[in-house]
Each structure stands twice: as C-alpha cells, then as structure tokens.
C-alpha cells in the first residue's frame, strides 16, 4: 500500500455535512479534487450526504456506501476529515474500519492520510481525533442545553412546532410584535406581519429569519376558531363523561384539523393538553428529551440512556423537570379547567371490568373469600358458579382455594359457598343506610343555640365525612362567633353558612393578618433575646413563653386558611358519591346486570365473605357467619349473619389430586 496515496482510481468520495439545509458540500468538494488532481487520482463516485455525526445508521448515502463496499465495488474511500466520516465514537470507528479491511477497501483523509493504516501510529491517531470528535459533540451539547434553559427562562420560543391555538411570534426589543408565523400544516407556514402582508416559508426547515434584538414567543393564535375550539377541548373533558380516545374521534368526525398531521389521535392529544403554555401563556422545556449527547435531569448535565448504543428520542419527563420561564402570563385556559383535565388524564383511562362469562355472574370479581384473600393468584377472589338445575341457588360463588387445589390447601378452605342472591339482599340494604346517612350528613342544619353542629352525628367515622363534619363546625363556629345570624325563621345550613362567611372573611382576615404579625414579630424578638440569657431558670421560662406562642401562631394561621373553599369541596365530593349510590340503587332494582355491575364498582370495593365450617347432623357444612363491605369511600360494614347454603347437598371428597385445570371442569357439588 502507497503510504500516500490509493494505489488505483477505483475510489468514492463521501462529503457530509450536518445540515444539509443551513450546510453545503462546496468547500469539501473543492479540497477533495485539488487532493484527487495533486495524485493524479479520480473517482467513480461523489456521495453527498446529510447528518449528524453519531447517527451513521440515518444518513442513506452513508448506508448505500457501506452497501457499495460489501459488493467488491469500492477500493478506497476518501473525505476532507476524518470526522466528515462521521461517527459517535473509537469504537464505532473500529467497527467501522474493521468492516472496511474485511472487504478490501481503504479510508483515506485529505488531511490525515490512510485511517485504516497497520501502524500503530495511525491507529492512535484516529483514536485521537474520534475521541476529540466526542468531546466536541458533549461540549456543542451542553452549549445547546445552556442556550434552550436561557431561552425558557426569558419565556422564548425554544424551537419544535406550536401547539394547537398558538402561532410564533416575533417580538422586538420594545415588546411589540414585529410578525408572527402561522403554520397551516407542519411544512406549511406563513409569515404575517401587522399591516397584513404574507410571506411563505415552506419546507423542512424554512423559517423566517430575525433580527438582532428580537425574540420568538409562542402567543394565540391570529385564527380565533383555533383558538376557540382550543378551549372547546379542554372543556369537554373538563366536564363530560368523555375520555380522550372518544373526544378524538369526536374531533376527526366534526373535520377538526389537528394542523400538524392528518387526524387526531391520543398520542397526539395528550401531550397538547398536558402542555403548560394553555394555563401560562409561555413556552416550558425539557417537557421531552431529543438530545444524543447529553440531557438535563434533576439541575445538571446527565449522559443520554442508550439502548444498542442508540438514543431513544422524545423520551417524556416528569413535571419537575421542567424548566418554566422567570415571569408568566395568563394562557388561553383558566386554572380550574386546566387542572381538572390534567386530574383526568392522570387517572388514566376508565377500564371497565371484565365481564363474566355468565352474565348472571355479575358480582365476579367483587366477592372475596376472607380465608384465603390475598393468598394464590386469584388473591381471595371467589369463582362464580352456575348451578342450572339447582332452583333455589342458581349462581352462586365458592372458594378458588378449594376449587383449584380441594380440601388440601394451604388455606384450609373447604367448599365455601355463597348464594348470590344473599349478597344482594345485604347490598339493597347498605346502599339504602348508606344513601339514607350521606343525604342526612349533607342536610346537617344547627341553630342558634345548638352546642354543636356535629351533636346526633357522632357516629361518622369515616375520613371524608368525618372531615367534611369538622370544617362544616369550624365554619359554623366561627359564623356564630363573628355575630351573624341566619336568615329569619330558617337553621345555619351549608349554603347560608357559606355565604355569612365569606361576607365577613375578608375583614376578619385582614385583622387576623395583624395579630398574626405581631405575636410573629414578638416571637422574634423573643428568640432574638434568647441568646443573652444566662440563668437556666430564665431559659426555662423564656422556652415556655415561646412555646405557647408558637401555638398561638399555629392557631392563627389555621384560622386565616380559607374554610369555605374546603367545606365547599368536600360537599361536593359527597354530592357525587349521593349520586353514584342513587345509581347504583336505581341500577340493582333493574334488570340489566351489566348496569348493575358497573353501578355497583362505582361505590363497592370488595364483598369480603367469611364461613365457618360446622357438624350439621353427620355432615359438616360451610356456613356464612360474616360479610365485610368494602366501599370505594367510606367506612368498612360488617354484617354478622347466620345464614345456611341453600343447597342442602353436602361436601362430596375429591376423588383424585390430578384434575383439570378449574376453567375447564365442572364445579364440585355441595
């Protein structure tokens, strides 16, 4: 090999550049031919190709050049530098150049000579410059980085597409907008400026250029039906009983353009409404990484996760990764639509259960056996059971323990079984008190001279309504202490009591503010003195004195906190779960078990059934001794009850230990 130069002009020149829409390949063209006519050297091929260094694998001329050698066709390579050859590493340029010398072929630079030389030397400099390659691409990375936060910060457009209802807005030095673009799809633009002049910038890549001084910031849009539907979206979900898979469909049937793209779908939708900029009106980043190199996570530069050495891009970022600019605005939907929709989207979607096989059965999933729950896979859920020729007890569930595995298991389970109908009759029974006491909690009054609103329902023990109970007497406390009354002839109520209150709360918080100011100033000055005290009796006393005060403090702090908005929160919470057990109790008196079923886990949690195997006459039976009602909120209800199997059969022995799996067998016989 000529250590100078390719031995024969079967070679191909490959020219790179980063961009190939801000980048041209002239200047590497032009060092390249002087490189070919000094040697007397010419080539077959020129490959012009686009792209980042480390993502070999993207660029096509690179990928048909690499193909061009396995076939035998190429001798030698030639760039202007070794790192227009581009990778992401040594290693990567050894694989490389391992794959080259497999086929015979050579790696030339105009400025480095042969890279794919036997000597040690050349191997230790492409090693050098592959390394300093790296270094270069994390130092343009945290460069990058630096420059997205400055920009966030400042509240500045940071670059990707606007979302929907937003144009990008250039803004000059005094704040006033200079012009702003309008994307009619992603490649699709058009520059307008104040006195209605049009300029199009279509393409990949084609934006307008600004001037120094000026900044991008994302605003409304100048189309107000975008804008308008924008709020549209938010409040459909806000509001209905809709999920974002429905309203999509909702927006694809109404011929809805999302602009970026041909139709709405979740992915798409998602990340739009989880997006800031609709409650702040600017721009966050770092809501997903797109870099190669490096990343921000958690304040400071982290190196990109790679999989098959590969980054995965628009890797999504939770909340307090953010990076949200110094001063916000007012975006284009307000605080209390845009948190309900993000509470939504966080609960996920709604899965309905899985219904049974037998829609008799409609309680599967709900029944657990008290024995065994939490124990096997199925976790303590009992087996439905449809016994067709037995009249009095046609479905039924039994223990999965016993089922899957008889008398012997670890439980020790026997054939525990209970009548579906049973359940039913307790389920009637607790959602009629449960109704019954939610209507009397939320129809609480007390007059002037009641001691205490919370007098007579004592018995709540449950959080939420215990709490409700707590601010509701707090509230009514503090109405009656300010001196006012309710209306004439009417008790202190929800309503009226929420309405002296916050006639009277701002006066009183604004005194309560100064008292709360001067015991902390006191306080102060208390701790200030503190330290020139000598006497262990006056530490003493001086700790007392502060202590107690703090208590104060703690007091008033409590009493400033706004009581309505809390009292009137919980009261709505527990108007909505009024109105799901209205449900599911209209739903149990009808006939369509699906409804029953889906009403029911809307209020019930779990049914937890415990048995007591007893001697009756020569047989022993299993026999309902207790039922636990779980609900969704609430407080847990035991029934105790005596209650019998209505089949009168007894338990038959398992005749051999290898069965079928329980799916496929029939159920044993009591």
Same mark, same amino acid.
């Given at each position: 090999?000529?250590?100078?130069?390719?031995?024969? !002009?079967?070679?191909?020149?490959?020219?790179?550049?980063?961009?190939?829409?801000?980048?041209?390949?002239?200047?590497?063209?032009?060092?390249?031919?002087?490189?070919? !006519?000094?040697?007397?050297?010419?080539?077959?091929?020129?490959?012009?190709?686009?792209?980042?260094?480390?993502?070999?694998?993207?660029?096509?001329?690179?990928?048909?050049?690499?193909? @061009?050698?396995?076939?035998?066709?190429?001798?030698?390579?030639?760039?202007?530098?070794?790192?227009?050859?581009?990778?992401?590493?040594?290693?990567?340029?050894?694989?490389?150049?391992?794959? @080259?010398?497999?086929?015979?072929?050579?790696?030339?630079?105009?400025?480095?000579?042969?890279?794919?030389?036997?000597?040690?030397?050349?191997?230790?400099?492409?090693?050098?410059?592959?390394?300093?390659?790296?270094?270069?691409?994390?130092?343009?990375?945290?460069?990058?980085?630096?420059?997205?936060?400055?920009?966030?910060?400042?509240?500045?457009?940071?670059?990707?597409?606007?979302?929907?209802?937003?144009?990008?807005?250039?803004?000059?030095?005094?704040?006033?907008?200079?012009?702003?673009?309008?994307?009619?799809?992603?490649?699709?633009?058009?520059?307008?400026?104040?006195?209605?002049?049009?300029?199009?910038?279509?393409?990949?890549?084609?934006?307008?250029?600004?001037?120094?001084?000026?900044?991008?910031?994302?605003?409304?849009?100048?189309?107000?039906?975008?804008?308008?539907?924008?709020?549209?979206?938010?409040?459909?979900?806000?509001?209905?009983?809709?999920?974002?898979?429905?309203?999509?469909?909702?927006?694809?049937?109404?011929?809805?353009?999302?602009?970026?793209?041909?139709?709405?779908?979740?992915?798409?939708?998602?990340?739009?409404?989880?997006?800031?900029?609709?409650?702040?009106?600017?721009?966050?980043?770092?809501?997903?990484?797109?870099?190669?190199?490096?990343?921000?996570?958690?304040?400071?530069?982290?190196?990109?996760?790679?999989?098959?050495?590969?980054?995965?891009?628009?890797?999504? +970022?939770?909340?307090? *990764?953010?990076?949200?600019?110094?001063?916000?605005?007012?975006?284009?939907?307000?605080?209390?639509?845009?948190?309900?929709?993000?509470?939504?989207?966080?609960?996920?979607?709604?899965?309905?259960?899985?219904?049974?096989?037998?829609?008799?059965?409609?309680?599967?999933?709900?029944?657990?056996?008290?024995?065994?729950?939490?124990?096997?896979?199925?976790?303590?859920?009992?087996?439905?059971?449809?016994?067709? !020729?037995?009249?009095?007890?046609?479905?039924?569930?039994?223990?999965?323990?016993?089922?899957?595995?008889?008398?012997?298991?670890?439980?020790?389970?026997?054939?525990?079984?209970?009548?579906?109908?049973?359940?039913?009759?307790?389920?009637?029974?607790?959602?009629?008190?449960?109704?019954?006491?939610? *209507?009397?909690?939320?129809?609480?009054?007390?007059?002037?001279?009641?001691?205490?609103?919370?007098?007579?329902?004592?018995?709540?023990?449950?959080?939420?309504?215990?709490?409700?109970? +707590?601010?509701?007497?707090?509230?009514?406390?503090?109405?009656?202490?300010?001196?006012?009354?309710?209306?004439?002839?009417?008790?202190?109520?929800?309503?009226?009591?929420?309405?002296?209150? +916050?006639?009277?709360?701002?006066?009183?918080?604004?005194?309560?503010?100064?008292?709360?100011?001067?015991?902390?100033?006191? @306080?102060?000055?208390?701790?200030?003195?503190?330290?020139?005290?000598?006497?262990?009796?006056?530490?003493?006393?001086?700790?007392?004195?502060?202590?107690?005060?703090?208590?104060?403090? @703690?007091?008033?702090?409590?009493?400033?906190?706004?009581?309505?908005?809390?009292?009137?929160?919980?009261?709505?919470?527990?108007?909505?779960?009024?109105?799901?057990?209205?449900?599911?109790?209209?739903?149990?008196?009808?006939?369509?078990? +699906?409804?029953?079923?889906?009403?029911?886990?809307?209020?019930?949690?779990?049914?937890?059934?415990?048995?007591?195997?007893?001697?009756?006459?020569?047989?022993?039976?299993?026999?309902?001794?207790?039922?636990?009602?779980?609900?969704?909120?609430?407080?847990?209800?035991?029934?105790?009850?005596?209650?019998?199997?209505?089949?009168?059969?007894?338990?038959?022995?398992?005749?051999?230990?290898?069965?079928?799996?329980?799916?496929?067998?029939?159920?044993?016989?009591?």
């Amino acid at each position: 090999m000529n250590p100078n130069k390719p031995t024969d !002009d079967g070679g191909v020149a490959y020219l790179r550049v980063s961009d190939p829409h801000k980048q041209d390949w002239a200047s590497q063209r032009r060092i390249i031919q002087s490189w070919l !006519d000094k040697h007397g050297l010419r080539v077959s091929l020129w490959l012009e190709d686009g792209g980042s260094r480390d993502v070999a694998y993207k660029r096509p001329e690179f990928q048909r050049l690499l193909k @061009l050698v396995e076939e035998g066709r190429v001798r030698w390579i030639v760039v202007d530098a070794q790192d227009r050859f581009g990778v992401s590493n040594n290693w990567e340029l050894g694989k490389f150049i391992c794959h @080259l010398r497999e086929n015979n072929c050579e790696l030339w630079s105009v400025s480095q000579g042969c890279l794919s030389s036997d000597d040690a030397f050349t191997s230790l400099m492409a090693a050098v410059g592959s390394v300093q390659s790296k270094h270069e691409q994390l130092d343009k990375a945290q460069r990058s980085i630096r420059g997205k936060i400055a920009q966030a910060k400042a509240g500045e457009f940071t670059g990707g597409t606007p979302p929907y209802g937003h144009d990008v807005c250039c803004v000059g030095p005094d704040g006033q907008e200079r012009w702003r673009v309008y994307y009619e799809s992603r490649y699709q633009r058009v520059q307008i400026w104040p006195e209605g002049r049009r300029v199009r910038f279509d393409g990949k890549g084609n934006f307008p250029a600004r001037n120094s001084g000026e900044k991008l910031r994302l605003t409304p849009s100048i189309d107000a039906e975008r804008v308008a539907m924008a709020r549209k979206i938010f409040q459909w979900l806000a509001t209905e009983a809709i999920n974002v898979y429905q309203l999509c469909r909702r927006l694809n049937a109404l011929g809805i353009s999302p602009v970026i793209g041909k139709a709405w779908y979740p992915t798409r939708l998602i990340p739009q409404l989880q997006n800031p900029v609709y409650l702040i009106g600017c721009g966050v980043w770092n809501k997903r990484g797109f870099g190669r190199h490096l990343e921000w996570k958690d304040g400071e530069y982290s190196p990109v996760p790679k999989v098959n050495d590969r980054a995965k891009t628009g890797r999504k +970022r939770a909340a307090d *990764q953010y990076i949200y600019p110094d001063q916000t605005g007012q975006g284009i939907i307000d605080q209390e639509t845009f948190d309900k929709v993000q509470a939504k989207l966080a609960a996920g979607p709604r899965r309905e259960s899985t219904a049974p096989r037998n829609s008799g059965l409609w309680l599967s999933g709900l029944i657990y056996c008290g024995h065994c729950d939490g124990v096997g896979a199925s976790g303590g859920r009992m087996m439905g059971w449809h016994a067709k !020729d037995d009249k009095a007890c046609p479905y039924s569930y039994t223990c999965p323990s016993y089922r899957h595995y008889g008398p012997a298991n670890a439980t020790g389970c026997r054939l525990h079984r209970v009548n579906q109908k049973v359940i039913e009759k307790l389920l009637e029974q607790y959602l009629d008190e449960a109704g019954t006491s939610l *209507q009397a909690l939320l129809d609480v009054t007390a007059g002037d001279d009641a001691e205490d609103i919370l007098t007579g329902l004592l018995h709540e023990e449950e959080g939420k309504r215990l709490s409700y109970l +707590r601010e509701l007497t707090r509230l009514w406390r503090e109405v009656r202490d300010s001196g006012a009354r309710p209306p004439a002839g009417q008790p202190w109520a929800v309503g009226n009591l929420l309405a002296a209150y +916050r006639s009277q709360a701002r006066r009183r918080r604004v005194e309560l503010n100064k008292q709360l100011a001067a015991k902390e100033a006191e @306080l102060d000055r208390l701790v200030e003195q503190y330290a020139g005290l000598r006497s262990e009796m006056a530490r003493e006393r001086a700790n007392r004195k502060m202590e107690a005060m703090e208590q104060e403090i @703690l007091g008033l702090r409590e009493q400033i906190a706004p009581l309505d908005a809390r009292v009137e929160g919980l009261h709505e919470e527990l108007m909505t779960l009024e109105q799901r057990i209205a449900e599911a109790r209209e739903a149990l008196a009808g006939d369509s078990n +699906r409804r029953k079923a889906q009403a029911i886990r809307t209020v019930i949690r779990r049914i937890v059934c415990k048995f007591q195997h007893v001697q009756a006459g020569s047989l022993k039976r299993s026999v309902l001794t207790e039922v636990r009602i779980e609900p969704v909120e609430g407080a847990t209800i035991v029934v105790s009850t005596g209650h019998r199997p209505s089949s009168p059969r007894p338990e038959r022995p398992r005749p051999r230990r290898n069965r079928p799996p329980a799916s496929t067998r029939a159920p044993p016989r009591s």
